[in-house]
């Protein structure tokens, strides 16, 4: 059983910044890629980042694109998103989940973790 646990989250002011972590246990972490996806209320969840198994492919959405990083750590089983410049609009549940391949996607998620509330004020 895959077990992933995100933390890091809580509440900032428009412009600062956050790193989210999400611990991996279960599954051989450096040989599966990750992302990290977000739901704010009342919408759907969507993709916000994903990397491959090496950290050596990356994808982001184009809302998040040059101010969030994704990360990985192969050696401590653990995933980061260093998030800059936040905007009000980032106010969702961010959630970390592993990908049943290598390579990095938007799609094909087979393990989520339960969240981390991110909160941006204006």
């Known amino acids: 059983q895959v077990q992933l646990v995100e933390s890091g989250g809580g509440l900032v002011q428009a412009g600062g910044s956050l790193r989210l972590s999400c611990a991996a246990s279960g599954r051989i972490f450096s040989t599966y890629a990750m992302g990290w996806f977000r739901q704010a209320p009342g919408k759907e969840r969507e993709f916000v980042a994903a990397?491959?198994?090496?950290?050596?492919?990356?994808y982001y959405a184009d809302s998040v694109k040059g101010r969030f990083t994704i990360s990985r750590d192969n050696a401590k089983s653990t995933l980061y998103l260093q998030m800059n410049s936040l905007k009000p609009e980032d106010t969702a549940v961010y959630y970390c989940a592993s990908r049943p391949s290598s390579t990095a996607a938007m799609t094909n998620y087979d393990y989520w973790g339960q969240g981390t509330q991110v909160t941006v004020s204006s």
């Open positions: 990397i491959s198994w090496n950290g050596a492919g990356t």
